[in-house]
């Protein structure tokens, strides 16, 4: 078994690339055999994680969540497990596994019109705060800073679409989550299960603005569902239409259409999670 390291150079302003020579340097240390991959393009971290489909490694992502969507994707269906390296602005589903506190998680999948992702599909204000960081990226902000410059831009710029689910309305979010976090540490579904079969979904009915400050603040702290606002329910599917083509954030990737499929796959995937090692790797 090797450990296979795919780094993408761009994650966190080339936070990865900080801790490369560590890896190497511990992994020599280790006697752990390995290689160490580059993207250079978006799609590469898939293509990189298929091209060791007929082998059974622990394949990394060294990165943040875009970076481990990709590696996920090619992935799947293979006897290969991943591991995480946080190294990007936001490593929200990192931040799960972390509060599992297990060595080998066999977690469920989401996929979504055939797009298969571990945290959360979402549309709304949220997904569209998630959808402007990386033109919040272009305009040279600190990675601290990346999310709290996009809720203010988004602020400004949201308009509601209609979207269905059981009946028609407009929504300030609709959340699908597998795990806990978004939007870098924004604590949304603090019970959520990466291996429970299930979704926690979550909506809430348009808001005028000035409520939904007071809304962002109770989902920071993970008492969304405290607000009675806030509709929450566990299913292993939904559907998801809108007369018109919205901008679905899966794993901090955009998806636009106007029908979203989304199901869960149970136990799809193993995580391999070694603290002690990570922590080494981090060391930097």
Excluded at 192 to 216: G, M, Q, T
Aim: positive net charge; charged residues 25%.
């Amino acid at each position: 078994m090797k450990y296979i390291f795919i780094v993408n150079p761009e994650s966190a302003k080339g936070n990865a690339m900080k801790i490369i020579g560590n890896i190497e340097k511990v992994c020599k240390q280790e006697h752990i055999e390995y290689e160490v991959c580059y993207t250079l393009a978006q799609g590469d971290a898939t293509r990189l994680a298929q091209s060791y489909k007929d082998e059974e490694n622990i394949i990394y992502a060294v990165g943040g969540d875009g970076t481990l969507s990709e590696v996920l994707n090619g992935v799947v269906g293979t006897k290969n497990k991943i591991g995480i390296i946080p190294a990007g602005s936001g490593n929200d589903f990192y931040r799960t596994v972390k509060e599992l506190g297990k060595t080998e998680i066999e977690s469920d999948v989401g996929v979504v019109n055939g797009k298969y992702f571990l945290n959360i599909a979402c549309v709304g204000i949220d997904a569209e705060v998630a959808n402007n960081v990386p033109l919040m990226k272009k305009k040279n902000i600190k990675v601290k800073n990346l999310y709290t410059a996009s809720i203010l831009y988004t602020f400004t710029h949201f308009k509601f679409k209609s979207q269905e689910k059981d009946e028609k309305g407009n929504f300030t979010i609709l959340s699908i989550c597998n795990g806990r976090y978004y939007g870098g540490g924004y604590n949304i579904s603090p019970k959520a299960s990466l291996e429970d079969n299930y979704f926690d979904v979550y909506y809430i009915n348009k808001l005028r603005l000035p409520s939904i400050i007071n809304l962002l603040l109770k989902l920071k702290k993970g008492k969304l569902e405290q607000d009675k606002r806030t509709n929450h329910f566990k299913t292993n599917n939904i559907t998801v239409t809108s007369e018109e083509p919205i901008r679905f954030n899966v794993d901090g990737e955009t998806i636009e259409n106007t029908k979203f499929e989304i199901k869960i796959i149970p136990k799809a995937i193993k995580i391999y999670h070694n603290v002690e090692l990570e922590s080494k790797f981090l060391s930097v």
